[in-house]
């Protein structure tokens, strides 16, 4: 087989590469990145590389020796801004066009943006590469006053970090809660009150007039007048798949590049894995996209071996987790259409498990790693059980998945 191209030097990218070379590619790979450093693991970004708790060579996937030693060709700070289908080849901004038999997009995502009066003043931050974190970095370590526009993952773990580094902490959300679209309210309630007693200040559903300062932000203020000191802001409303190479290139795209669940685009040469992706979900009977690590690196692993010529489809169940303070959050399946939540206790945490009509579709743990992992098996074995036996923590869920 001829050239195989990746495109994005992210996760997927990066899984996407060691899975090939498992496996025993001999052909030339060629992995093309818009930024300097390697792939990377995304994860560490907002919490213990944020701390300075672990260092750059900690969050490579791999170190930049692996790609030498191993024969792929790394092209780093390098835009690939056409895809030529016919001509089989991708062109990019160092001026190369480099050939491919088969292509693997791998363009992630990027954040969204906030329109706002205000919104470019200095010491404003997107939460998204390693090059922000360093910036975030040494901007919170001459800083008091942080300021975080949107209440998800990255938000509250930035939050906990910030806090306990003894810094102000104000998150705004137009939401009612934090967490809305993932998780149900009671934990919401949970991780909020947390915070809360880490001395963080929530705003909700908080319509803000403007971003305030002479050159650099100052404050954040809102349409009732109220002005929150700010030293440092950052935003986390959600990311944009980036499909638009995907797109300008003819391949079907609707909310990320549309695939099978071989990760196979409308062009039979051309694979695309992470969060650019919009693929089958058979647990859940629709098509969808995730923003997750665990989706990037398990989709990669499948377009792996579908470019090796074994043929295996992309059937996990989607699972996430969030670390903040000393709690750890983890969900497998989507919580969303149930009837019924039971809560189990546990010394450490609990957890709280969605049926419909009996079965078990979804999980959410609060550290209780040990029951998230049984968990993942009863969602993915749709196991029916009648919520008195859920309830009583006596009744051993290993039982269940037998």
Known sequence: MGNIVIIGAGQAAGQCVATLKKLGCTSKIILIGDESHPPYQRPPLSKSFLEGKVGLERVYMKNRDFYEENEVELYSDTLVYEIDREEKKVRTSCGKEIEFEKLVIATGSRARELEIEGKQLGNIYYLRTIDDVEKIKEQMSVSQNLSIIGAGYIGLEVAAVASELGMNVSIFEMAERSMNRTVDKKISEHFEDLHKRNGVNF????????????????????????????????????????????????????????????????????????????????????????????????????????????????????????????????????????????????????????????????????????????????????????????????????????
């Open 203 to 402: 705003y909700f559903q908080s319509n803000i007039e403007k971003l305030q300062g002479e050159t650099s932000i100052d404050g954040v203020k809102l349409d009732d007048g109220t002005l929150i000191p700010t030293d440092i802001l950052i935003i986390g409303i959600g990311i944009i798949p980036n499909q638009e190479l995907a797109e300008n290139a003819g391949l079907d795209c609707n909310n990320g590049i549309l695939v099978n669940d071989k990760g196979i685009t409308s062009d039979q040469s051309i694979f695309a894995c992470g969060d650019c992706t919009n693929h089958p979900n058979k647990f859940l009977n629709k098509n969808i996209r995730l923003e997750s690590v665990q989706n990037a690196l398990e989709q990669s692993k499948v377009v792996a071996a579908n470019l090796m010529g074994q043929e295996e489809n992309y059937e996990v169940i989607p699972w996430f987790w969030s670390d903040q303070y000393n709690q750890k959050l983890q969900i497998v399946g989507i919580p969303e259409e149930y009837d019924e939540v039971v809560k189990r206790e546990s010394l450490e945490g609990f957890s709280l498990f969605y049926l419909r009509n009996g079965t078990i579709i979804s999980v959410t743990t609060v550290n209780n790693p040990k029951e998230f992992l049984l968990s993942k098996k009863l969602v993915e074995k749709k196991v029916k059980i009648s919520s008195d036996i859920l309830r009583n923590t006596s009744n051993d869920l290993n039982e269940l998945v037998k």
